[in-house]
């Protein structure tokens, strides 16, 4: 914190490694730095640490996933930045941050620059039965098997598609539990993919073999890979019993006469991820819409500057691309800022960003040879009938969300009538969902939809920690009716 200005200069939103990364640049760079994150601890995602009462004797029998995380985590906190971990950041307005730490009053915190990098989210997917305990996302069952050791199940099916939906099969299998199979809505890579994935290797052969690896990982452990399924429902009573999948067209549409029945107690949801928008969207960022990046993202200039002055965005929510990239982006940011507030001259920031601007070209090659493989087919929207419930935290089903869109093509208008969004994850798991119905309604693509209006604060928060202390009226509860 600056004594003098009683303010940080770079209040940084995110723990994983687009936020650890900038924190540590910009540490380098003088700057004073907060960090802030809603988890117990920094790692973000891929990084996530064994939860409390975990000792870790030997960093490296957890993998390298688990030595790279350990090695940002370090210098970040030999940084110098001031970490402030379960906190969660609920909103932001013109330099000042709301900041909520469990158990302690909503404060609010001022900065000279802001960078978010909130990451991303896992992507829901709707079909009967989704909502059935024993069904859930990739995220969750890694978060299970990396912070608790908890195997998600006996019998584990993956679905999903993209790169990651070869990962975690193949990691989920390497912790012991049981996939019975893995289920790929994509088609296999065809010699050509081959070829543009091989064109793009320059500074990406880390990646490349990490897919031939898990390839290798689900043949040894016998985990069949089946190209062309998703799965179209989930069956039980109490909780999930067995899962129906069926083969998917290019556009990843159902083809009739093709459904297979498997019995499983768990499945896993791999479908790809959605950037957290929410603070950018509150801020009053520009947004673009890219299917290939997870949807809305954040228009960004040379020095991750989103449109709001003093405000910067780096990483998966500024559009999924993996956490290498999320780390230069970070450091970019950083660069990004210290120039913004004098604290580095123009050309030396250039110097700096040349060799992160070459790496992030090279990441970005491959992947839009990725994206053209694992595009997500418009049949993931098809899956649900009338009366699957579409919002679970105000249990809506379609068939309201249609009737709703049959009069408006305005979600705002449908949220209101149905109350799908208002719930506790504020329309994180059922926005994109009512999106496309109401874009089918209407004849609309999906990008032509606007998101709802983003309400603050993006996080739950109890009502103590934002009631005022001050206004307090003894009588109130005791009272009398
Ligand atoms: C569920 C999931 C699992 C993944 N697993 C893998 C994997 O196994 N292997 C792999 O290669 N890639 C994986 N990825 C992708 C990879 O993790 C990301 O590309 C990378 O972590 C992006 O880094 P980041 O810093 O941008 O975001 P993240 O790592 O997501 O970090 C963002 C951080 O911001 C914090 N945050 C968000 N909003 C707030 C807020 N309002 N207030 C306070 N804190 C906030 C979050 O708690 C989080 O710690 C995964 C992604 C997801 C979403």
């Given at each position: 914190m600056d004594g003098a200005t009683g303010r940080y200069d770079l209040l940084v939103v995110g723990g994983g490694p687009a936020g650890m990364a900038a924190a540590t640049t910009a540490r380098e760079l003088g700057l004073h730095v907060a960090l802030v994150d809603e988890r117990p601890s920094l790692g973000g995602q891929i990084y996530k640490q064994p939860g409390e009462g975990f000792v870790v004797r030997d960093h490296a029998a957890l993998g390298r996933d688990h030595v790279a995380g350990r090695v940002l985590i370090d210098a970040t906190q030999r940084s110098g930045a001031h970490v402030l971990l379960r906190?969660?950041?609920?909103t932001l307005r013109d330099g000042d941050v709301v900041l909520h730490t469990e158990g302690e009053p909503v404060r609010t915190v001022r900065a000279g620059r802001v960078l978010l990098a909130p990451g991303a989210h896992d992507r829901p997917v709707v079909f009967p039965g989704w909502d059935l305990p024993g069904v859930l996302t990739a995220g969750g069952a890694q978060t299970l098997v990396k912070t608790q050791r908890v195997a998600p199940g006996e019998r584990v099916l993956f679905a999903g598609s993209g790169p990651l939906a070869l990962a975690f099969p193949a990691q989920l299998h390497g912790y012991g539990v049981n996939v019975v199979a893995a289920l790929e809505a994509g088609p296999p890579p065809a010699p050509r993919d081959a070829l543009r994935l091989l064109g793009a290797a320059r500074g990406n052969r880390q990646l490349l073999l990490d897919g031939l690896r898990y390839r290798a990982a689900l043949l040894r452990g016998r985990v069949p890979l089946r190209y062309r399924r998703i799965v179209v429902r989930a069956e039980g009573g109490d909780r999930l019993a067995a899962v129906v999948h069926a083969a998917v067209d290019s556009g990843w549409r159902v083809l009739p006469g093709t459904e297979e029945r498997i019995e499983v107690d768990t499945l896993c949801l791999g479908y790809g991820f959605f950037p957290s928008v929410e603070l950018m969207r509150v801020a009053g960022c520009a947004l673009r819409y890219d299917e290939d990046l997870g949807g809305p993202v954040v228009e960004l200039d040379e020095w991750m500057r989103t449109s709001v002055p003093g405000v910067l965005a780096a990483g998966d929510g500024t559009g999924v691309a993996g956490a290498l990239v999320a780390v230069d982006e970070g450091r970019l940011a950083a660069i990004g800022a210290a120039l913004d507030l004098g604290r580095l001259p123009l050309p030396a920031a250039r110097e700096r960003a040349r060799p992160l601007r070459a790496r992030l070209d090279r990441k970005r090659v491959f992947r839009e040879a990725l994206g053209r493989l694992y595009r997500v087919g418009p049949g993931v929207y098809d899956l649900a009938t009338a009366d699957t419930v579409v919002c679970r935290c105000e249990e809506v089903t379609c068939a309201a969300v249609d009737r709703a869109a049959e009069t408006t093509a305005d979600v705002n208008v449908v949220k209101g009538y149905?109350?799908?969004?208002?719930?506790?994850?504020q329309g994180r798991s059922c926005q994109r969902q009512v999106a496309a119905r109401v874009a089918r309604r209407h004849g609309?693509?999906?990008?032509?939809v606007p998101t709802g209006t983003p309400r603050s604060p993006v996080r739950p928060v109890p009502a103590s920690a934002v009631a005022d202390e001050q206004l307090q009226d003894g009588g109130f509860f005791t009272r009398d009716a």
């Amino acid at each position: 914190m600056d004594g003098a200005t009683g303010r940080y200069d770079l209040l940084v939103v995110g723990g994983g490694p687009a936020g650890m990364a900038a924190a540590t640049t910009a540490r380098e760079l003088g700057l004073h730095v907060a960090l802030v994150d809603e988890r117990p601890s920094l790692g973000g995602q891929i990084y996530k640490q064994p939860g409390e009462g975990f000792v870790v004797r030997d960093h490296a029998a957890l993998g390298r996933d688990h030595v790279a995380g350990r090695v940002l985590i370090d210098a970040t906190q030999r940084s110098g930045a001031h970490v402030l971990l379960r906190t969660s950041v609920l909103t932001l307005r013109d330099g000042d941050v709301v900041l909520h730490t469990e158990g302690e009053p909503v404060r609010t915190v001022r900065a000279g620059r802001v960078l978010l990098a909130p990451g991303a989210h896992d992507r829901p997917v709707v079909f009967p039965g989704w909502d059935l305990p024993g069904v859930l996302t990739a995220g969750g069952a890694q978060t299970l098997v990396k912070t608790q050791r908890v195997a998600p199940g006996e019998r584990v099916l993956f679905a999903g598609s993209g790169p990651l939906a070869l990962a975690f099969p193949a990691q989920l299998h390497g912790y012991g539990v049981n996939v019975v199979a893995a289920l790929e809505a994509g088609p296999p890579p065809a010699p050509r993919d081959a070829l543009r994935l091989l064109g793009a290797a320059r500074g990406n052969r880390q990646l490349l073999l990490d897919g031939l690896r898990y390839r290798a990982a689900l043949l040894r452990g016998r985990v069949p890979l089946r190209y062309r399924r998703i799965v179209v429902r989930a069956e039980g009573g109490d909780r999930l019993a067995a899962v129906v999948h069926a083969a998917v067209d290019s556009g990843w549409r159902v083809l009739p006469g093709t459904e297979e029945r498997i019995e499983v107690d768990t499945l896993c949801l791999g479908y790809g991820f959605f950037p957290s928008v929410e603070l950018m969207r509150v801020a009053g960022c520009a947004l673009r819409y890219d299917e290939d990046l997870g949807g809305p993202v954040v228009e960004l200039d040379e020095w991750m500057r989103t449109s709001v002055p003093g405000v910067l965005a780096a990483g998966d929510g500024t559009g999924v691309a993996g956490a290498l990239v999320a780390v230069d982006e970070g450091r970019l940011a950083a660069i990004g800022a210290a120039l913004d507030l004098g604290r580095l001259p123009l050309p030396a920031a250039r110097e700096r960003a040349r060799p992160l601007r070459a790496r992030l070209d090279r990441k970005r090659v491959f992947r839009e040879a990725l994206g053209r493989l694992y595009r997500v087919g418009p049949g993931v929207y098809d899956l649900a009938t009338a009366d699957t419930v579409v919002c679970r935290c105000e249990e809506v089903t379609c068939a309201a969300v249609d009737r709703a869109a049959e009069t408006t093509a305005d979600v705002n208008v449908v949220k209101g009538y149905t109350r799908a969004g208002m719930g506790l994850c504020q329309g994180r798991s059922c926005q994109r969902q009512v999106a496309a119905r109401v874009a089918r309604r209407h004849g609309l693509r999906l990008a032509e939809v606007p998101t709802g209006t983003p309400r603050s604060p993006v996080r739950p928060v109890p009502a103590s920690a934002v009631a005022d202390e001050q206004l307090q009226d003894g009588g109130f509860f005791t009272r009398d009716a």
